[in-house]
């Protein structure tokens, strides 16, 4: 079964950029409905969708990150990234990468995306 | 951005209580609600798609129903794994939201 996990530095310092990687196993990021994308969760606060990427490259980001955000897919390898730049103590959170699975909805074109896989999440602390 | 509101945000329970969780979209989001659960310190799992279907795995108690603005989540029968915090997301239009969560705690 596919499997996802997170990997990048803990500790980024206010002003760089967070780089983070999700590298997916027992299965193929290319060559079905699915995007793939990345979620993060605040200390003690809810859930926000950061964004995500079909392994075409085709990606859609929360416009509340503005232009910050970066996506990418390597299919060779695998693997969605995540680049968040210019980081602030807003940004410290719990960052989790998780499979949108397309449902293909009766009488209509637009697809329902769900996130049925998650990765066991990685704790991001912005920090000086 | 379609907004998602929980209610409650919290609720006290015991074993064997049926419960029922509401999330309200802030415009027509048709079926495209999803439930998830997320125990402390862990990520969220995948308990209902599509407003009412069961995940597979996911223990027949849980249960979804809803169209357009208004769904319910609901447990038959409250068991002690099932303590845990409940949220729901939309994905009719981008950005992808969640509602704030609701916490389900022993009684």
């Known amino acids: 079964q596919v499997q996802l996990q997170e990997s990048g530095p803990g500790l980024v310092k206010p002003s760089e950029t967070l780089s983070l990687t999700c590298t997916v196993s027992?299965?193929?990021?290319?060559?079905?409905?699915?995007?793939w994308g990345w979620i993060r969760q605040p200390p003690g606060k809810g859930l926000e969708w950061i964004g995500t990427?079909?392994?075409?490259?085709?990606?859609h980001h929360n416009p509340s990150l503005e232009s910050r955000v970066t996506i990418s897919v390597d299919t060779t390898k695998n693997q969605f990234s995540l680049k968040l730049s210019s980081v602030t103590a807003a940004d410290a959170a719990v960052y989790y990468c998780?499979?949108?699975?397309?449902?293909?909805?009766?009488?209509?074109?637009?697809?329902?995306?769900?996130?049925?896989?998650w990765g066991k999440g990685t704790t991001v602390t912005v920090s000086s | 951005d379609i907004q998602m509101t929980q209610s409650p945000s919290s609720l006290s329970a015991s074993v064997g209580d049926r419960v029922i969780i509401i999330c309200r979209a802030g415009q027509s989001i048709s079926t495209y609600l999803h439930w998830y659960q997320q125990k402390p310190g862990k990520a969220p799992t995948l308990l209902i798609y599509a407003a009412s279907n069961l995940q597979s795995g996911v223990p027949s108690r849980f249960s979804g129903i809803g169209s357009g603005t208004d769904f319910t989540l609901t447990i038959s029968s409250l068991q002690p794994e099932d303590f845990a915090t409940y949220h729901c997301q939309q994905s009719y239009s981008t950005p992808y939201t969640f509602g704030q969560g609701t916490k389900v705690e022993i009684k």
């Open positions: 998780a499979r949108h699975k397309g449902l293909s909805v009766a009488g209509s074109l637009r697809y329902s995306y769900y996130m049925d896989v």
């Open positions: 990427i079909y392994y075409s490259g085709t990606t």
């Open positions: 027992g299965g193929s990021i290319s060559g079905s409905t699915d995007f």
